[in-house]
């Protein structure tokens, strides 16, 4: 199952220059990586990433990832947090996540 994490471009290029990355300031602050599903990343996207544009959409494969946790956010909905680095390694893929009119524009996550 793939996961998504929603990174400004300059955090996605510290992680490429430093091949791994405790995450953005807010993931920092709470000791861990925030990733979304693909049911829940375009919510995200809206409330914590709202007229932001320059947008990098990484995918991550959970399966057999280490030190993942899924912990209830949002409504009681069960979200996967990373508590280690995020590594070069762990990325499946990467997209633009770019914003249309207010709205990002999401690749096909199917």
Do not use: C
């Not at 602050?29 to 932001?52: I, M, N």
């Not at 499946?92 to 199917?110: R, Y």
Request: proline letters at 5%; zero cysteines.
């Amino acid at each position: 199952m793939l996961i998504y994490k929603i990174f400004r471009s300059a955090e996605w290029a510290d992680m490429q220059a430093n091949g791994e990355t405790k995450g953005a300031p807010i993931d920092v602050a709470d000791g861990y990586v925030h990733f979304s599903t693909a049911q829940t990343v375009r919510e995200t996207a809206a409330l914590h990433f709202a007229g932001e544009g320059d947008l990098i959409l990484l995918a991550v494969e959970a399966d057999g990832l280490d030190a993942l946790k899924w912990e209830a956010s949002r409504g009681g909905t069960l979200f996967p947090h990373l508590y280690r680095n995020l590594r070069m390694a762990d990325v499946a893929w990467d997209a633009p996540l770019p914003l249309v009119d207010g709205t990002h524009q999401f690749p096909d996550l199917a």
